[in-house]
């Protein structure tokens, strides 16, 4: 049995992981669940610690999930540091890692049921990256089948990531409240990425042109979507090593474009390609 405070419980069996959490449960006990492929930096971290201020039992999965990257993408060499993740997570109260294995989540195989992201997630991500969103929200889907949380934590870093998976508790009626917390930056502004590791010395300073762009954006909401779209775009193109995959501002409500024109609340979003690595980044601004 795990008691609150005791050390972190690795498991990698969902039957395992059931049995534990059924026993908490009978207790009374809440549980909140943390969504990771692992590499964790201090924005996991901001995750783990709200979850723990919202239930009494936390679950960090770490699960590299092969439905949502496509061919030619970082599957095989995306960092998978599971001691380290458990180290970094020891001082946080997390009663439970679930780092289940492949054939533990896909034992047949790549499934051939799938949840669809529809519209949005063929945009902006998705439009770079086929078939993303529909791994990613099956994954997710899985995780909240075999956890069963009554809250799960999202950063809202991966703001298309966060508006999918609400879209999809909210159509499936998914018994369980999605709590979305803020981006970590470095003091310089870049947003912390489990990519960010890949960034050579001159990248990481290239790297710098998304959260510039987001301030440019920023800066310029006050003078409508126009504006904030030709200054952001003047900040994202002054890096050399950067190659601008998408700048776009969205309504939070539909994560459509806005309109020329449009006033109030909306995301910028921004996605680049720094050297090798691909960087997305995003703020929220308010439209003049
Ligand atoms: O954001 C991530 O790390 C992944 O997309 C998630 C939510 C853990 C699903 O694999």
Redesign the pocket.
């Known amino acids: 049995m795990i008691e609150a405070g005791s050390a972190t419980r690795v498991v990698g069996a969902i039957a395992e992981l059931r049995a534990l959490l059924a026993e908490r449960r009978a207790g009374g006990a809440s549980v909140a669940l943390v969504?990771?492929?692992g590499a964790l930096h201090d924005g996991h971290l901001a995750l783990v610690r709200r979850a723990s201020e919202l239930a009494d039992v936390v679950v960090v999965s770490i699960?590299v999930?092969p439905l949502?990257f496509g061919p030619g993408e970082d599957l095989d060499r995306y960092p998978r540091t599971l001691d380290a993740d458990v180290a970094a997570l020891e001082g946080l109260q997390v009663d439970v890692v679930f780092a289940p294995t492949v054939a533990e989540m896909y034992p047949s195989g790549p499934t051939s049921t799938r949840v669809v992201a529809g519209e949005v997630g063929a945009l902006y991500e998705g439009a770079s990256r086929p078939g993303h969103f529909d791994g990613?929200l099956t994954?997710?889907a899985k995780l909240f089948h075999i956890v069963q949380p009554d809250v799960a934590c999202?950063g809202q870093k991966?703001a298309q990531?966060v508006f999918l998976v609400s879209s999809m508790v909210r159509d499936l009626d998914v018994p369980l409240s999605i709590e979305v917390v803020p981006t970590v930056r470095e003091a310089d502004g870049l947003a912390l990425s489990s990519r960010n590791r890949y960034l050579s010395a001159d990248d990481r300073r290239a790297a710098l042109a998304l959260s510039e762009a987001l301030r440019a954006a920023d800066a310029a909401a006050a003078q409508g979507v126009d504006e904030v779209l030709a200054e952001a775009e003047a900040a994202f193109g002054a890096h050399e090593a950067v190659q601008p995959d998408y700048l776009v501002v969205v309504d939070p409500a539909t994560f459509l474009p806005v309109e020329s024109g449009a006033t109030g609340d909306a995301i910028v979003l921004v996605a680049a390609r720094v050297g090798s690595t691909r960087l997305i980044d995003n703020a929220r601004i308010r439209l003049g």
């Open positions: 969504p990771t492929m699960f999930n949502q990613m994954v997710v999202f991966d990531q």
